[in-house]
């Protein structure tokens, strides 16, 4: 028996020699990630980690961020949240209450933002999700705030641009029922539609379960209802097939998606397919200028391809955490008054130039931006086609 | 007790590792249920004293939150701190409070199961609330990996019954949860708050909490109701059929909710009430696992068990086979309904996707690598798979391959998991060591 | 009545993937009595080594080495991926499966899905994050035959799938092998006293069916040509439920149940509202399986859980 505890003791202080000796806890500031990068969805998770670390690194060769005249060196939680609703629960929770994050950035689809930023409001943490459109995420959260416009402006942006370019009377759509982005989307678009061209006149609306590959059914209907063009608010990789499935049953007529496509995969995935179609976006990454080209030159030399527009709304998102840190005046170095601090310092935020437009935040914490018309041109480039502000 | 150190002695040190292992644990063979509890309590108390001075010495940035393996696999300079402080501040204490005090709890654990083995048995459970109330009480992180935790308890050992008591192989689990769940949440959400999708509240939101045990039931019953639906079909014939119908019927509920706008669609349902607390989901939990335990011990579980072995020879001795199948169906979903109850005002926030083909995965991991046929077996696995899960975070990517990992090997050399066919006796656990 | 024939069009495609990894299942299922729960995976895996030798071997004939074309491009690349995923499904049997003949069937069944997860989460990480593009091997051509369009994508994918299974069928009913494991199908215990060695037969088994499974990945790449490594998931599970409606190791049976859950998703969607499919397609088969609880080809048996 003593000889255990001797061998008990002995790992003791041999632990207690190895520890190091950073005694003196450092000044930094934490800004968490919530990204789903394993799950159904890991490239958005990907791309919002690439976004995350080409930020730290700007602000790493700054020297820290600025904050009352004192330097703060930053540093990146990223959590996993698998793409699962409770899972980016668990994440928000643990970054709040063990990594004692300043704010956070992400979850990025709806079904995670709205139960995670519930959370975050309810420890008085500022969040902001870069890329849900649901307006529940928001929604009488005083901590929660968005980097990308709302359904219920986009829908409308997108009949009216068909209305004009196309002349189209009868339109079609398809999404994804189980997955509320699209599903929500197609709802806003139908209601703007028949808003313009009378009840009646979405001739099919159609839908599909997501993880499904085959559309044929759907297009089927939809080719027979006479519809003049199809509206599907989906996200890239169903996209291809979507397009390509509709050309092989003879569907010559124009195809219109919303700012999921913008993603430098759906020209990967889908070819010469999807040329000439247009699309609702955030950003439109071909023929951008200034900042917007920077930021794409250097994530596409880094990680060599042309970033979507989640990668996009991250570091756009983080812009404007980083510029309403620096504009708090001081850390007080108490964590809640100092998230607090960061939280109206945000809402504050006038006209932040984004590589995705100007941002300033409604009351609800939702942000007043415009929307892009891209075209795919024949180089399989995002070409800016037209602008569309509220 | 005292005849036992001489053979540690003689025993110990001259079998090397396994031998130490051996005396180890007959050293502390001694030490009662009441002890351990105790020990565990001491520890906690002295993670909330001096936990914080105790991390700082060690160079950690915070106390542990999940015993170190986040701080561990984060950053392996910080294994040794993170380790020192897992030994020092809760092994040793525990160890050292069981061991050292361990006359004191056998006595008083006898005294005390003198009176009533009952009442010894609701003091254990009280003292182990305090524990893991104290325990979590530090942390918020810790507080929300604990009541999914209990709840994952409760959906294993509720899935033991179907599959492992009864043979089954079921796949419904997650259409269960979800019927609780939404079923629980409606109730809440009509009766108590004031939402958008139901509008004014019906009843004082006052009144909420003392009839959160009503919706849960409500989801049991709207569960077992779900498990009508395919008990009626498949138990008419032995086979695998149930395991696709179940199936089938998961694909059902699951584009059914999706369907329903009132519940929200694929949108979900949120804003549930903050009625979850703590002492509520443990309350649950003993609730399920002790009725649980009654019944797999009764007749009827016995005739579960019967069946499962060899149905003609039940029919045989008079089992009225198809009624014990569909009770046993029923009751394995009325639990897993509760559960997605509890789940939904934990989480406070429900959509059809949590209730997916992922989710029938990791209950099906949690109750074989636990154990089939057990209620120990069940807790074990449900807690350790929980816990794993939180604890491997930092890994990410790999998470994924090692769980899978774990498990494979477990089922490779104890096929019917680590604690299987092994009967749960809680008046035994809280008897007196001596 | 266009719309008819060309959602019949539609469904035979559909169809045929189902039919092709419900074989796999289904000769397991038959032979060892075992849920192999990594099936749908091993589609998956056999999807993207059919994706890396396709494009292997595109990328030489642009290279100009070997002059070849698409269609001589797509017969090798079936039948390498064949092959080589019929070797994954030798690991697969031989460390996960083995060790467990013995063990509860629902044991293995776990295996299997853990089996499942870990190929999953390789690919992820072999192959990135991005969805793999498939090759375009042969040029898409359509053809309008009366309102009805067809294209050759279609038909070779039909073909070739029913080529597959009458293969099948004749390998399992004239050769030594085949009859071998008709006979451990039959009983599981007795025939390998009868000097039938059950470790090849079960090997044999996994194979053939992970060959069918990395066709029917192929032709998938080509119908289909956006490939992640979660696709395999509900593939798996559905064929799982094709092939037990199918009935029990009945080839004939998990053939028509696969085309017949094609059928049934494809013409569900297209006559009622879409967005119930999964709720009516789902209750359908919950109607069938109560008039008829052993599927199409299965006989009423009593065969015991080896629990």
């Known amino acids: 028996m003593k000889r255990s505890l001797s061998l008990v003791i002995g790992c003791l202080v041999i632990a207690l020699a190895l520890t190091p000796c950073a005694w003196a806890k450092s000044k930094t500031i934490k800004i968490g990630i919530n990204a789903p990068i394993t799950g159904d969805i890991p490239k958005v998770g990907e791309g919002s980690k690439y976004a995350a670390q080409m930020w730290l690194e700007d602000v790493e060769a700054a020297g820290g961020l600025e904050v009352g005249g004192q330097k703060y060196k930053v540093e990146l939680v990223i959590e996993d949240n698998e793409a699962k609703a409770e899972s980016a629960v668990k994440a928000n929770t643990k970054m709040i209450t063990q990594d004692e994050v300043l704010a956070i950035v992400g979850p990025q689809s709806s079904k995670q933002a709205v139960p995670a930023g519930g959370v975050a409001n309810d420890w008085a943490t500022p969040m902001i999700t870069p890329w849900s459109t649901n307006p529940d995420s928001t929604k009488d959260r005083p901590y929660v705030f968005r980097g990308c416009f709302l359904d219920p402006f986009q829908g409308p942006v997108v009949a009216n641009f068909i209305t004009e370019e196309f002349g189209a009377a009868k339109a079609a759509v398809l999404y994804d029922v189980a997955s509320d982005y699209p599903k929500g989307l197609a709802e806003f678009f139908k209601i703007a539609w028949e808003k313009i061209h009378g009840p009646g006149s979405v001739v099919a609306f159609e839908s599909f379960t997501t993880k499904d590959a085959d559309f044929s059914s759907q297009l089927t209907k939809i080719i027979q209802s006479g519809a003049e063009v199809i509206f599907t608010p989906q996200y890239y990789n169903e996209v291809a097939l979507i397009v390509q499935q509709a050309h092989e049953l003879g569907w010559q007529k124009p195809i219109v998606g919303s700012d999921s496509w913008g993603s430098a995969e759906t020209v990967n995935l889908c070819g010469p397919d999807c040329y000439g179609l247009f699309f609702s976006s955030h950003y439109a990454a071909a023929g951008a200028t200034g900042s917007t080209k920077a930021f794409i030159d250097r994530y596409e030399k880094k990680y060599g391809y042309v970033p979507d527009d989640v990668a996009a709304l991250t570091w756009d998102s983080l ?22 601090a960061v939280r109206n310092a945000l809402a504050k935020v006038k006209d932040f130039e984004g590589i995705t437009g100007k941002m300033t935040f409604t009351e609800d914490g939702d942000p007043i931006k415009c929307a892009v018309i891209v075209k795919i041109n024949d180089k399989g480039e995002f070409e800016f086609y037209k602008s569309v502000c509220p | 007790m005292t005849n036992q150190q001489p053979e540690i002695q003689s025993n110990g040190p001259s079998k090397g590792g396994k031998g130490y ?51 561990m696999l984060k950053d392996f300079s910080l294994i040794p701190s993170a380790l020192a402080f897992l030994v020092g501040v809760y092994f040793i204490p525990i160890l050292l409070v069981g061991r050292a005090l361990a006359p004191v709890f056998n006595g008083l654990a006898g005294m005390i199961y003198k009176i009533s083995p009952m009442f010894s048995v609701v003091l254990h459970l009280a003292l182990l609330y305090l524990a893991l109330h104290l325990w979590a009480d530090l942390s918020a992180y810790r507080l929300m990996t604990l009541k999914f935790t209990l709840v994952a308890v409760m959906l294993t050992l509720s899935l033991n019954v179907i599959n492992g008591y009864m043979g089954e192989f079921s796949c419904s689990h997650p259409g269960f949860m979800a019927l609780g769940a939404y079923a629980a949440s409606v109730f809440t959400l009509v009766l108590f708050t004031n939402d958008r999708f139901f509008g004014e509240a019906l009843l004082s939101p006052s009144m909420g909490v003392y009839f959160f045990p009503v919706a849960i039931i409500l989801g049991g019953f709207a569960a077992a109701l779900g498990a009508l639906v395919i008990a009626i079909p498949s138990f008419r014939t032995r086979g695998d ?33 903050n009625y979850a607390s703590l002492p509520m989901v443990f309350g649950w939990t003993v609730l399920c696992i002790w009725v649980i335990n009654n019944f797999v011990r009764s007749t009827l579980g016995k005739a579960l068990n019967a069946v499962r072995d060899d149905e003609s020879a039940a029919d045989a001795m008079t089992v009225n086979t198809r009624r014990t199948k569909m009770v046993g169906f029923l009751f394995g979903a009325f639990w897993a309904g509760a559960a997605g109850g509890l789940f939904a005002h934990i989480l406070r926030y429900v959509n059809p996707a949590s209730f997916g ?77 001596n | 009545m266009t719309v008819f024939f060309q959602s019949l069009v539609n469904a035979l495609q559909w169809g045929s993937f189902y039919a092709l990894i419900a074989l796999g299942y289904s000769m397991v299922y038959g032979v060892l009595m075992l849920f192999n729960f990594a099936h749908g995976d091993v589609f998956m895996v056999g999807a993207y080594i059919s994706f890396i030798v396709a494009t292997a071997l595109t990328a030489l004939a642009a290279a100009g080495t070997i002059a070849i074309p698409g269609w001589v491009v797509l017969l090798l690349t079936i039948v390498c991926a064949m092959m080589l995923n019929a070797i994954v499904g030798i690991i697969i049997e031989r460390v996960g499966y083995r060790p467990l003949r013995e063990a509860p069937r629902a044991s293995a069944a776990i295996t299997g899905l853990m089996i499942g997860i870990i190929l999953e989460t390789g690919v992820l990480a072999i192959m990135g994050a991005q969805r793999a593009k498939f090759p375009s091997l042969i040029q898409s051509v359509t053809y309008d035959v009366g309102g009805v369009f067809i294209t050759n994508k279609k038909i070779m994918i039909v073909l070739v799938s029913i080529v597959l299974m009458l293969a099948l069928d004749q390998f399992v009913k004239k050769t030594k092998w085949g009859m071998a494991m008709r006979a451990m199908a039959f009983d599981y215990t007795v025939v390998p006293l009868m000097g039938v060695p059950a470790n090849v037969i079960a090997a044999l088994t996994f194979a053939i069916g992970s060959g069918l499974a990395a066709s029917a990945g192929c ?31 009945s080839i004939l049976g998990a053939t028509l149940a696969g085309f017949l859950l094609g059928f049934i998703e494809i013409f569900v969607a297209l006559i009622f509202p879409s967005t119930m499919r999964d709720f009516i ?21 009593s065969a015991r859980l080896r629990l």
């Open chain 1, 319 to 340: 812009g404007i955490v980083q510029k309403a840190i620096e504009s708090m005046g001081k850390m007080t170095g108490n964590i809640e008054k100092d998230r607090t």
């Open chain 2, 241 to 273: 059929y149930l395991a696709i119908i179940s199936l089938a019927f998961m694909f059902i509920v699951k584009s059914l909710i999706e369907n329903l706008e009132v519940v929200g669609g694929p949108r979900g349902l949120g804003s549930q009430p």
């Open chain 2, 357 to 433: 083909l992922q989710r029938l995965a990791e209950i099906l991991a949690m109750v074989y690598f636990g154990g089939l046929n057990s209620v120990h077996g069940s807790i074990v696995g449900a807690v350790s798979i929980s816990l794993l899960g939180e604890a491997l975070r930092p890994l990410e990517l790999f998470k994924w391959i090692i769980i899978p990992l774990l498990l494979i090997l477990v089922m490779i050399f104890r096929p019917t998991g680590l604690i299987a066919f092994k009967e749960f006796n809680v008046k035994q656990l809280v008897r007196p060591r």
């Open chain 3, 219 to 249: 032709l998938f790449g080509v119908a289909y040509p956006v490939l992640d490594p979660y696709m395999g998931i509900v593939f798996g599970w559905k064929a799982f439920v094709a092939a037990i409606l199918g009935g029990r190791g």
């Open chain 2, 21 to 71: 292992f051996k005396a180890f644990r007959s050293y502390f063979s001694c030490v009662p249920m009441l002890g351990w509890l105790a020990g565990i309590i001491a520890a906690v108390l002295f993670e909330r004293f001096l936990g914080d001075q105790i991390s700082e010495l060690l160079g950690l940035p915070k106390i542990p939150v999940l015993f170190g393996c986040m701080i």
């Open chain 3, 281 to 301: 397609a789902y209750s359908i088969i919950l109607l069938i399986l109560t008039f008829r609880p052993h599927g199409f080809f299965g006989e009423p048996h």
